[in-house]
Structure formats: C-alpha cells, structure tokens
C-alpha cells in the first residue's frame, strides 16, 4: 500500500483568516459521522428542480425529488473525508450539520464538483490548519486556475482564502483518515475520472464506462453508489438501463443510484426497480464499515 502523503505536492497556502484564542465558536459543534456515508446532493450539473422548468418532479412535493448536485461525506476512522466539493457544498454542510472535515478527495475537475472550494474557508479557520486535498494533476490545476485568488504569494488584505495542501494521487491504493482507498478508474465520456473504493462500499459517480482493469475492484462489494443521469442514453453518464446492467453485474447486496436529473422522479421509479437497486436521495445516510489502519 502506498501512502498518498508520500506524494504530497508541498503546495501549502496559507490566508489572511482572523484568528482568535478564544474556544471554538458553536458553530464548529458538528455532529459525528465516523462510520457513516452521508449522501450530501445527488442531484446533476443544475440540480432538481432544474430553474424554469415546471415538469412533474421540479414541481414535485416529495423531498427526496429535491437534488442539490453530487457529492458525499464519509466518516472514516481518523477523521470526516468530503468527496468533491458541489456548488451547494455551503447549503448541503449545513442541512447535515456537518462542521468538521479533515480532507478533500476529488472524483474529477468539472464545475459541479469542484466550485464550491471556496466553502470550506470557515472549516480551514476553525481547524487552524491546511486542509488536505487529494486529487489528480488535472484536478489541481483545475482548482488553482479557477480559485488563483488562494494562491497570490501575497494574500491580498481583506479578504480570507481556503487553506490548502495538494496530495498527489494516482490508482495505485493508498491510506487515509486511517483507512485503505482503491482508486477506481472510470470513462466519463472522454475524461478519464476517479471513482473510489472503501472496504466493502464503492463510489462511482460521474460515468458511462467501467474499463476491464476496474471490473476485478468492483469484486465482493455489499453496497455500490453509482451514476444514472436519466432514462435515455448520454454521452458521458450511465442511462438507468445502463446502470441496472452494471449493478447486475457488479451483484453488490445494495446498489444507490445518484447524479440524477429532472427525468427521474422519486416515488415512480423506485416502484419499477429491481430488489436490491434503490434511488439515493439528499440526507440519505448508509453504514460504512471500514477498519482503522
């Protein structure tokens, strides 16, 4: 096993936050998740109800057809890991009464899980320290481009900045929050993204292809999230055929179906669903066995 710091890009930002030595204000007291997969959005690019649109599930009453966009947080031995970071990262940490997280682990670099770093400046205060982010080389220079602002040699006073330290990944396996990750490699159209693996529970967002060398990882799962966009074929994500076909496959005991669009309503799929197959919805919430390293 590898260890992701041993790869660690040294890349430290620190802000011009205020700090204070008095005791962390209440609004740090989050509630604990170790041992919890918490389904923060699960929602596509424009989240459900997509703006402007009055079709049956954006106008639906039932508010697991309320998607913010996809992201989860997991509470792994050492500590609460943030799996991208939505433009709702704000809204969705708050719902969840989430305060704490110890790292970033990034899927990919597109906007809907990446532009909402700017969010976690509250969390980097409170922790008085650099947040770790484990990510590709692509994702980095996706995060320093579009947030140049946290990476002036000089911070600009007035104003704070997200702290942050890159940790290079690669798929090679490696170790944290105290606990084993498999990268898993994924077609996302013609972006290669990363899913992850964490003891018996894998995460696959973003996606329309498993290549032959992920197959063998996806072996013994009990519970498999997994991206199904809607009911047509697309060019970058799973279709809910498709999608059906991978859980088949894969035969996890549980598969959750996310990063789904306005096409996909709640109460009415879920009815012609297979055993074993479900809808994930925002503020779901999964047991998560993972032992410590």
């Known amino acids: 096993m590898e260890d992701a710091a ?8 620190t802000g011009n936050e205020p700090r204070s ?15 919890r997969l918490v389904f923060l959005g699960t929602g596509t690019s424009v989240g459900v109800p997509v703006v402007g649109c009055g079709c049956g599930v954006c106008t639906s009453a039932d508010p697991r057809d309320k998607r913010t966009r996809t992201s989860v947080a997991v509470g792994l031995p050492a500590g609460h890991l943030l799996i991208d970071t939505t433009p709702d990262l704000r809204g ?49 220079t996706r995060i320093r481009r579009a947030f140049d602002y946290a990476f002036e040699a000089v911070p600009v006073p007035g104003g704070g900045v997200p ?3 890159f940790e290079r990944i690669t798929t090679a396996p490696f ?3 105290g606990a084993h990750v498999t990268p898993l490699r994924l077609g996302h159209g013609v972006f290669d993204v990363l899913g992850f693996r964490f003891g018996a529970v894998a995460y696959c967002t973003d996606t329309n292809l498993i290549p032959d060398e992920t197959w063998p990882l996806l ?75």
């Not at 030595?21 to 041992?35: E, F, V, Y």
């Open 6 to 13: 041993e790869n660690s890009t040294d890349t430290t930002v």
């Open 21 to 35: 030595a008095a005791a962390p204000p209440a609004w740090t007291r989050g509630r604990d998740i170790t041992g």
């Open 92 to 140: 969705q940490l708050l719902r969840e009464s989430i305060a704490r997280i110890d790292a970033i682990l990034y899927t990919h670099d597109h906007v809907d899980h990446v532009y909402g770093l700017d969010d976690v400046r509250p969390i980097c205060y409170a922790a008085g320290r650099p947040l770790p982010v484990f990510c590709e080389e692509r994702v980095e």
């Open 163 to 165: 702290k942050l330290t």
């Open 175 to 177: 170790t944290l929050l």
């Open 219 to 293: 072996a013994g799962l009990d519970t498999l999230v997994l991206d199904c966009l809607r009911p047509a074929r697309h060019p970058t994500h799973l279709s809910l055929t498709e999608a059906l076909a991978v859980a088949e496959r894969v035969g996890a005991r549980r598969t959750l179906l996310i990063h789904m669009g306005h096409e996909l309503g709640h109460a009415a799929v879920s009815a012609a669903l297979p055993a074993g197959v479900e809808l994930a919805y925002d503020g779901l919430e999964i047991p998560l066995d993972v032992a410590a390293v």
